[in-house]
């Protein structure tokens, strides 16, 4: 038997374009003619059992949730697919992730990454995926440097995370990896850090030399509009702007020179610009430049060198 369609729409509708063969039996269709629309191009198979019902370009919310309906009950979205659809992740991820409970075992098949959990996390929405807190923490348990655990937590937390969500998180695990960076860490960015390289800044520059505390993501209104300061040391009319990658993705454009010569005429303010060699590779140097600037304007302190091959005596 077919399925006219109006069933199929109905039936497909609530799930982004894709159903599953056994959805379309249970409607009454038969297998020949579910086959049949596959054979003739009409439909198109994502994974063993699972549908799209059109020809052309498949969405990326029809593949995560092909990847969920092939993953089957209490699975969700997780890692980097649950954070695109929380929106702290830009563009969709290549494959999708699923998370499902840990007795359960699937056929590898492509586009589709599974973790195991013995307790599944909290999950909601449609599609599925982990709660905000819980994406964090898996992210940050599967980063493989410490500059990308960093990475995630400011970018979620940009976003719109709240710390809180990622301490209930943590509190509902065993043991996470790298439990103690997010603990560490989430003070870090309530007090302003919204990216690797600036947290490796206030680290390795300002505090591994002495120097005086600046204030992170300082608002300054020009003209009318709002505009943010990387690193301000206020009193002192210093600025620093980190540029990199992580700091400003896609690199620097004519609209942040304006704004920063814009400011720059208002308070008069010393402008430093560093880039992630400077910060990562070269923190003394940075920090002797820093302090160099500092006393110039009038700070009286002094700064102390972080090792003895530091730059700064």
């Known amino acids: 038997m077919r399925l006219d369609p109006p069933a199929v729409t109905r039936l497909a509708s609530r799930?982004?374009?894709?159903?599953?063969?056994?959805?379309?039996?249970?409607?009454?269709?038969?297998?020949?003619?579910?086959?049949?629309?596959?054979?003739?191009g009409r439909w198109q198979r994502l994974h063993r059992g699972v549908l799209v019902t059109h020809s052309g370009?498949?969405?990326?919310?029809?593949?995560?949730?092909?990847?969920?309906?092939?993953?089957?009950?209490?699975?969700?979205?997780?890692?980097e697919s649950a954070a695109y659809l929380h929106e702290f992740r830009v563009q969709p991820p290549r494959v999708v992730t699923v998370t499902i409970p840990?007795?359960?075992?699937?056929?590898?098949?492509?586009?589709?990454?599974?973790?195991?959990?013995?307790?599944?996390?909290?999950?909601?929405?449609?599609?599925?995926?982990?709660?905000?807190?819980?994406?964090?923490?898996?992210?940050?348990?599967?980063?493989?440097?410490?500059?990308?655990?960093?990475?995630?937590?400011?970018?979620?937390?940009?976003?719109?995370?709240?710390?809180?969500?990622?301490?209930?998180?943590?509190?509902?695990?065993?043991?996470?990896?790298?439990a103690a960076l997010l603990h560490e860490l989430l003070d870090e960015v309530v007090d302003g850090v919204e990216s690797p390289l600036e947290l490796r800044y206030r680290r390795r520059v300002e505090r591994a030399h002495g120097l005086p505390p600046a204030e992170l993501q300082v608002r300054h209104r020009v003209?009318?509009?709002?505009?943010?300061?990387?690193v301000v040391y206020r009193g002192l009319g210093v600025r620093v702007e980190l540029d990199g990658r992580l700091a400003h993705p896609g690199g620097r454009t004519d609209a942040d020179t304006w704004r920063d010569n814009a400011v720059l005429l208002e308070?008069?303010?010393?402008?430093?610009?560093?880039?992630?060699?400077?910060?990562?590779?070269?923190?003394?140097?940075?920090?002797?430049?820093v302090a160099s600037a500092l006393r110039s304007r009038g700070w009286t302190g002094r700064p102390h060198p972080c090792s003895p091959s530091c730059a700064i005596r």
């Open 57 to 79: 370009p498949v969405a990326w919310r029809s593949r995560a949730t092909a990847g969920l309906l092939y993953a089957g009950d209490r699975a969700c979205l997780s890692h």
């Open 223 to 230: 003209d009318d509009a709002w505009i943010r300061a990387d």
């Open 102 to 178: 840990g007795d359960r075992r699937l056929a590898p098949t492509a586009g589709l990454v599974v973790h195991h959990r013995r307790t599944m996390p909290p999950s909601a929405g449609n599609p599925r995926r982990t709660w905000r807190g819980d994406t964090v923490v898996d992210l940050a348990a599967a980063a493989t440097s410490h500059d990308d655990a960093v990475g995630w937590v400011c970018d979620a937390v940009r976003s719109g995370v709240r710390p809180l969500e990622i301490l209930d998180a943590l509190a509902r695990r065993a043991r996470p990896r790298n």
């Open 15 to 40: 799930q982004h374009g894709v159903v599953t063969t056994s959805q379309l039996v249970a409607a009454g269709a038969d297998t020949s003619w579910v086959t049949r629309q596959v054979d003739s």
């Open 267 to 289: 308070h008069g303010d010393l402008t430093l610009r560093y880039r992630w060699w400077h910060v990562a590779v070269t923190p003394c140097a940075t920090a002797h430049q």
